[in-house]
């Protein structure tokens, strides 16, 4: 059915192009099913065209896309004219929300000033530069050595790349070449280059990717007290747990072996995962005692989201190397960066010149006009103490959060900063989890955008995110939670019926 489905959609694709020739018979074109039919030009395009990230295809082509045409402030407006919180600020990016008319004109100063060059070999341009000093300002104070040398790319996952290959690099420059495995946890998210995919560990990413490649990646937990703790496990025993885990890990493989783990200070795109008490300081002394480098992927963390301008801080986390994009340009244009302590800048600046060249390079590397942008939101963050603001922001928000402890289907509500997240439960009682086949995440998520809200269905498939921009108020957090309520309510009876039809059928 569905090659005869695909080639009546692609006889419609055709006839849009003009490719009259080619385009199948009348009969074969009513195949299409009605929902696609229906659709505006722009779904049936997107469709036709495009492949989506994270996303199960043959559905999608059966749903299509909402399709924005536009931002503004914390909203996005659908080409139907609809409203939306974006919960979300795009994908943990917009923190100055979608219409800050600052970022869209250093864009366009920098277009018409010098629209594009690089940084390979002896050439630089002004902004990567001040871009540079300005991140290296802003830098937290709690590495292990100044981190003081930047290097640009272009998205999150290719700094979290560069990481990788200069932690490599660093090892075989210090002449401990064995020394390259990395550590990576259940449930991270790193990007999905080849390397970032095998040392993330998201559901879908690895097995059908033939990820983790190689023998370099292992992983440890998912720090997740609410669905790991055992009964009467305090946070702190359980942080304790995962430390003594974490030895074994090392232990098991050779310290001698592992290089670094990579870490976001709280697990993101993993179900926001806000680390137990004690978890980063336990963690640290288990990494510090075999020479485990620490990297703090900072790319959703950075720039105030969690109420200090580095997660690292919030959590007390000591890095040789963090990586950070999103919030650094407020996600206007794709940049990213890795910063390096003075000791790895060191090792692998002498070992360049052993070698002739480091070796590595992106053409869009410090790309000036994604660093006139990101060095405006730089700007404008600090004219605003975006700080602060997230930090006064951040008590109605989590104090919102709680109260949806109240709502039969919550199991677990928790913020930092302005982060956070709703875990859905069947019983609240026994912790009782919906069955996937229910797929309560989903229904609650298309709930929400009925609401004009757009969450975030995170792992294992029932918990729901927040991130909004952090232009946000106080009332539209009140405004986006309480969709968040109506949603719920809305549901609810939807789920209960699917979770006892799977029971009365499988227990
Ligand atoms: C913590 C973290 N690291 C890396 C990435 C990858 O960033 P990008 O999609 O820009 O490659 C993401 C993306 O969400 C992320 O959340």
Redesign the pocket.
């Known amino acids: 059915m569905a090659w005869r489905y695909n080639l009546a959609r692609q006889a419609t694709a055709m006839v849009r192009c003009g490719v009259q020739k080619y385009a199948q018979p009348v009969q074969q074109q009513a195949l299409l099913p009605v929902s696609v039919r229906n659709m505006s030009t722009n779904k049936t395009r997107d469709i036709d065209y495009q492949i989506h990230s994270q996303a199960d295809l043959r559905f999608h082509e059966s749903t299509g896309s909402i399709v924005m045409t536009k931002g503004d402030g914390i909203y996005v407006i659908d080409e139907q004219g609809n409203r939306y919180i974006e919960g979300m600020a795009g994908?943990?990016c917009t923190g100055l929300g979608f219409s800050e008319p600052r970022l869209a004109q250093a864009a366009y100063d920098q277009m018409m000033t010098l629209p594009q060059y690089h940084t390979f070999g002896n050439k630089a341009h002004n902004k990567c530069i001040d871009l540079a000093e300005k991140l290296v300002q802003v830098m937290p104070t709690c590495g292990k050595s100044p981190l003081n040398k930047v290097y640009f790319g272009s998205?999150?996952?290719?700094s979290?790349d560069t990481a990788i290959k200069i932690i490599w690099n660093y090892f075989n420059a210090i002449g401990k070449p064995e020394k390259k495995k990395l550590i990576g946890r259940v449930r991270g998210?790193?990007?999905?280059t080849v390397v970032?995919t095998s040392i993330g560990a998201q559901p879908g990413m690895h097995q059908p990717f033939d990820c983790p490649y190689g023998d370099r990646f292992v992983h440890t937990n998912v720090p997740h007290h609410y669905t790991f703790g055992k009964d009467g496990e305090t946070e702190e025993d359980f942080a304790t747990r995962m430390a003594d885990d974490l030895e074994k890990l090392i232990l098991a493989e050779g310290p001698d072996t592992v290089a670094a783990m990579f870490a976001?200070p709280l697990q993101?795109?993993g179900g926001v995962v806000i680390p137990p008490a004690t978890y980063w300081e336990k963690m640290q002394t288990v990494l510090e005692k075999y020479n485990v480098m620490l990297v703090s992927?900072e790319?959703?963390t950075g720039f105030a989201r969690t109420g200090n301008m580095w997660g690292c801080e919030t959590y007390g986390m000591r890095p040789d190397l963090l990586t950070c994009?999103?919030q650094l340009s407020s996600g206007y244009l794709p940049i990213?960066a890795v910063v390096v302590g003075q000791h790895v800048y060191d090792a692998i600046a002498d070992f360049s010149q052993k070698n002739g060249v480091f070796g590595h390079g992106y053409t869009y590397s410090g790309h000036p006009v994604s660093a006139a942008v990101a060095l405006e939101t730089i700007q404008i963050y600090e004219e605003r103490d975006i700080v602060n603001s997230v930090r006064a922001l951040s008590v109605p928000f989590v104090n919102g959060l709680t109260d949806l402890l109240d709502h039969p289907l919550v199991g677990e509500a928790r913020g930092v900063g302005l982060v956070g997240v709703v875990q859905l439960i069947a019983d609240k009682e026994t912790k009782k989890a919906f069955h996937p086949s229910v797929k309560a995440g989903m229904k609650v998520f298309t709930a929400c955008e009925e609401h004009g809200l757009i969450p975030r269905v995170t792992p294992p498939g029932d918990r729901l995110a927040f991130c909004p921009p952090m232009i946000i108020t106080e009332e539209e957090i009140k405004d986006m939670l309480g969709r968040f309520r109506k949603a719920l309510d809305s549901v609810e009876p939807a789920l209960r019926a699917a979770q006892a039809d799977y029971e009365a059928n499988n227990e």
Do not use: F, P, R
Request: no cysteine; charged share 20%; glycine share 24%.
């Open positions: 994908l943990w998205g999150g996952g290719d979290n998210y790193h990007g999905s970032t976001e993101g795109a992927d790319v959703i994009a999103k990213s």
